[in-house]
């Protein structure tokens, strides 16, 4: 190099060196990117555009006498009625998007509360890890069905293995991830009877590692969230495998939205250096991402991250669950956080992006 830069005169010699200089600079940097031993997000990872999430500080009003825990599931109704699920008592809890409480009751085991979804005619739907069972109740909180047996796990037609959410369809059949035990997703008819199952544990294509969430589109597909594999599995009704996202995001919460677009909460796909294995927890970053039925990638927005506990508003430690109001205003849930928080989206207009996209 000394030889280049003595026949390439001064000034381009400087050139060079800032050259050689920058490398170095990008050679430490991957250096220590190996030594912290995290792998960096795939480049599809890299597709940020500028937008900007504004916290609402002073949502939701709540009651003094309610303590609030983790949040696993927000969701709201056709009124634009929010319904959070946490791991307390009242485990539901109603606000309208103004922050003002509305109504609250408990659905089963507070410590096992995972999400929270309406069903076609507002009716509300949970998921409890730690009961083994799916509920329905009415808006007023009447239970109206349970499926599953209250306090028994089991793989068979009749019990789950800790489920952790449910899609619900207009017709009120219903499709349950099932879940951190079972590797499955089981559908029922409006009734609660069992009408079919597919999945079981691994990585390969149809199988899960985790099916961590479920939503249904407007044709019957549905879209779950394997944490584990960090990727999104697209299914018809009858279980046959459409689609495989893989590699865009560690996939928490899902939202679909009446616009048909795909939110996902969750992380970056970081593995665990010289290994297949993701780091799921704890999250290396917290992400939410707009996506289309085809898995091209929307938007995607970096949300800050709690760097020392409890946090400030607007940050958050976990993030879960997520949710949107008729007006577009978004809500989201964390765990360590423990806090259910409304923010404003300010979307500007989408650059070019390296998007996924698996048909």
């Known amino acids: 190099m000394l030889i280049l830069l003595r026949r390439s005169g001064k000034k381009k010699g400087v050139c060079l060196m800032r050259s050689i200089f920058s490398s170095f600079v990008l050679v430490v940097s991957f250096l220590i990117a190996l030594c912290s031993g995290y792998a960096q997000p795939p480049s599809n990872q890299q597709a940020d555009t500028t937008s900007q999430c ?3 500080a002073t949502w939701p009003k709540k009651p003094e006498r309610f303590e609030w825990a983790q949040m696993p599931g927000i969701t709201l109704d056709d009124r ?6 946490t791991r307390s008592r009242p485990t539901v809890q109603v606000y309208k998007t103004d922050g003002t409480f509305v109504r609250a009751w408990d659905s089963g085991d507070f410590s096992g509360a995972h999400y929270i979804r309406i069903g076609p005619k507002g009716n509300i739907w949970t998921a409890n890890i730690a009961d083994h069972v799916v509920r329905k109740h009415s808006p007023e909180g ?6 599953g047996q209250v ?7 009749e019990h789950f293995d800790k489920p952790t959410d449910m899609a619900v369809l207009p017709s009120g059949d219903i ?8 590797r499955r997703v089981v559908h029922f008819d409006a009734k609660g009877r069992y009408v079919n199952e597919w999945g079981q544990e691994g990585n390969q294509p149809g199988q899960f590692a985790l099916p961590h969430a479920i939503v249904a589109d407007s ?11 960090a990727r999104v599995q697209v299914f018809d009704a009858k279980g046959k495998l459409l689609a495989v996202w893989e590699n865009i995001v560690t996939p928490w919460g899902l939202w679909m939205t009446k616009n048909q677009e795909l939110w996902v909460c969750g992380s970056s ?10 780091i799921v927890l704890p999250p290396q970053d917290q992400v939410l991402m707009k996506l289309s039925l085809k898995g091209k990638v929307l938007q995607r927005i970096p949300l800050p991250k709690t760097a020392v506990p409890p946090g400030k508003p607007g940050e958050l430690d976990w993030i879960h669950t997520v949710a949107f109001d008729s007006q577009g205003n978004l809500y989201l849930g964390d765990i360590q956080g423990k806090r259910a928080q409304k923010f404003r ?15």
Do not use: W
């Open 80 to 85: 634009d009625q929010v319904y959070i699920f």
């Open 269 to 278: 796909c970081f593995k665990k250096e010289g290994t297949d294995e993701h």
């Open 175 to 182: 499709f349950v991830s099932d879940g951190y035990g079972n």
């Open 219 to 229: 044709k019957g597909r549905l879209y779950v969230a394997d944490r584990e594999n």
């Open 151 to 157: 306090g028994v796990a089991g793989a068979d037609h």
């Open 345 to 359: 989206l300010k979307l500007k207009p989408r650059m070019n992006t390296n998007n996924h996209q698996n048909e």
């Open 142 to 147: 009447k239970l109206l069905l349970t499926i």
């Open 54 to 56: 504004v916290v609402d």
